[in-house]
C-alpha cells in the first residue's frame, strides 16, 4: 500500500480563521513533507520531519505551523492566511533512512481557498 | 545545489507515438533522480526512479527512463503514447543525504486522438 491521505479536500477559510491540514500514512515512512503548489507549477517544499523532528523549514511565514503527533500523522495548522495563500497543499512522505531519502509518495492534496 | 531542466513547455504527440519528455539535471555527486507524473485536480504520482545500476528504468504504466551520465539527462519515454497519457509530467532530482528533492518546471503533454 502506497496510500498517502490528506483531509480535507477542498477548505474555504476566511483571512482570520484558523484551520488545520491533516496527513496519514501507514508504510512506516519516517520523513513526512509538506509541499504548497500552485496551478501548473512545481511543488515548493515547505517543511520537512525527519523521525517526528522539524528537519528543515524553507523560511515559511509563521502563520503556516507544521505539527507531527506520530509517525504516521502530519498537521499543518493555518491561522490568519493570506489570499495569496490559496494553493494545493500537498503531503508526502517516504523512507527518509537516516539521512537517505528514495521516492516520496505524495497524497491527494487539500485545495485551500483564503477568502 | 541541485537542479533540474525541462526544456519544452509542452509536448504534443499523437495517439499511439512515441513519447519523450526530456529532462537535465545538475547536481555534485551522483544523483537520485525521479519521474512523477499528475493528472488534473490530483497529487503527483511516482512513475519511476534511478538510483543505480542500469541505466534504462523501467516503471508505471509503460514507461520508462534512460539515465546518461555523460550528458546529464534523464529522459522519460513510452513507445506508444495513449490519450490518458495527458497530464503534467515532473523530473525531480534528489542529491544523496538530502531531503530536499528538486522539482523541473514540468511539461504538459497531450496525447491527440
Known amino acids: 500500500d502506497t496510500e498517502v491521505t490528506q483531509t480535507p479536500k477542498h477548505l474555504v477559510m476566511g483571512m482570520t480563521n484558523k484551520k488545520s491540514l491533516k496527513c496519514e500514512q501507514h508504510?512506516?515512512?519516517?520523513?513526512m513533507y509538506w509541499y504548497k503548489q500552485k496551478a501548473k507549477k512545481p511543488p515548493e517544499l515547505m517543511f520537512v520531519?525527519?523521525?517526528?523532528?522539524?528537519?528543515i523549514n524553507e523560511s515559511v511565514p509563521s502563520r503556516f505551523s507544521p505539527e507531527c503527533p506520530n509517525s504516521s500523522l502530519l498537521n499543518l495548522h493555518l491561522h490568519a492566511l493570506q489570499p495569496e495563500d490559496s494553493a494545493l497543499y500537498l503531503c508526502?512522505?517516504?523512507?527518509?533512512?537516516?539521512?537517505?531519502?528514495?521516492?516520496?509518495?505524495f497524497g491527494p492534496g487539500t485545495r485551500l481557498t483564503v477568502t | 545545489a541541485q537542479s533540474v531542466a525541462q526544456p519544452e513547455d509542452q509536448v504534443n504527440v499523437a495517439e499511439g507515438n512515441p513519447l519523450t519528455v526530456k529532462c537535465t539535471y545538475s547536481v555534485s555527486g551522483n544523483p537520485y533522480l525521479f519521474w512523477y507524473v499528475q493528472y488534473p485536480n490530483r497529487g503527483l504520482q511516482f512513475l519511476l526512479k534511478y538510483i543505480t545500476g542500469d541505466n534504462l528504468v523501467k516503471g508505471s504504466y509503460g514507461f520508462e527512463a534512460e539515465f546518461n551520465k555523460s550528458q546529464t539527462s534523464f529522459h522519460l519515454k513510452k513507445p506508444s503514447a495513449l490519450v490518458s497519457d495527458s497530464a503534467l509530467y515532473f523530473c525531480?532530482?534528489?542529491?544523496?543525504?538530502?531531503?530536499?528533492?528538486?522539482f523541473g518546471k514540468g511539461n504538459q503533454v497531450v496525447v491527440i486522438p
Open positions: 508526502a512522505s517516504s523512507q527518509g533512512d537516516r539521512g537517505l531519502s528514495y521516492e516520496q509518495y
Open positions: 508504510m512506516g515512512h519516517r520523513a
Open positions: 525531480a532530482v534528489l542529491r544523496r543525504g538530502n531531503n530536499r528533492l528538486a
Open positions: 520531519y525527519s523521525y517526528e523532528k522539524l528537519s
